[in-house]
């Protein structure tokens, strides 16, 4: 089973500044199938980032996703105050899917 | 429209079962793999389980494996998860989910609102 560690578990910014979230596989994730969903309290997740890199219909170009093997970077250039929410990295290349214990970002 | 509609939720006592079903409309069902995703109460996301688009290939968690069988009717749009020995800690919010693609080793492109399990005495 690949774990997947979510770094840090709270990140406290201001609207308007930059957002770095980490994921990191304890092995290699196969064809950087790499996920990111946002989660706001009492919704379901919602699909951003697939293969890594690739935005999701719908999703602002602030979102950006980046990484391979076992390291993968979620950025949020420009908070916005929608953005504020969980974070999850899930990889879907081998089973068990597995998705990492996310990142709160929270407004400072 | 992607509608996702889950069922079957509830109370129910340690080594019960329950049925949760997932009515799907909105695209051409068959498709599309599905997939079931639980949340505890305040935790994380959990993968559970998906099928592919036909339901020839079905994978599961460990944690269910063995208790767990999603299965799918693809003339009714219908996804099911057959939960048996449950355990209180199976106790989360059960999403039914699409998967982007026809093979179970997609992401999830749209969810549900869930419905909540809670096993307990």
């Known amino acids: 089973e690949i774990v997947l560690t979510q770094s840090p578990g709270t990140l406290s910014l201001s609207p308007g500044e930059r957002a770095t979230l980490s994921c990191r596989a304890s092995q290699s994730v196969s064809n950087n199938y790499l996920a990111w969903y946002q989660q706001k309290p009492g919704q379901a997740p919602r699909l951003l980032i697939f293969g890594a890199f690739s935005r999701a219909t719908g999703i602002p170009d602030r979102f950006s996703g980046s990484g391979s093997g076992t390291d993968f970077t979620l950025i949020i250039s420009r908070l916005e105050p929608e953005d504020f929410a969980v974070y999850y990295c899930?990889?879907?290349?081998?089973?068990?899917?597995?998705f990492g214990g996310g990142t709160k970002v929270e407004i400072k | 429209e992607v509608q996702l509609l889950e069922s079957g939720g509830g109370l129910v006592q340690p080594g019960g079962s329950l049925r949760l079903s997932c009515a799907v409309s909105?695209?051409?069902?068959?498709?599309?793999?599905m997939s079931w995703v639980r949340q505890a109460p305040g935790k994380g996301l959990e993968w559970v389980s998906s099928?592919?688009?036909?339901?020839?290939?079905?994978y599961y968690a460990d944690s269910v494996k063995g208790r767990f069988t999603n299965s799918r009717d693809n003339s009714k749009n219908m996804v099911y998860l057959q939960m048996n020995s449950l355990k209180a800690e199976d106790t989360a919010l059960y999403y039914c989910?699409?998967?982007?693609?026809?093979?179970?080793?997609?992401?999830?492109?749209?969810w549900g609102q869930g419905t909540l399990v809670t096993v307990s005495s």
């Open positions: 989910a699409k998967d982007k693609g026809f093979g179970v080793l997609t992401p999830i492109d749209y």
């Open positions: 909105g695209f051409t069902f068959s498709s599309y793999a």
């Open positions: 099928i592919s688009g036909s339901g020839g290939v079905t």
């Open positions: 899930q990889q879907y290349g081998s089973s068990p899917l597995t």
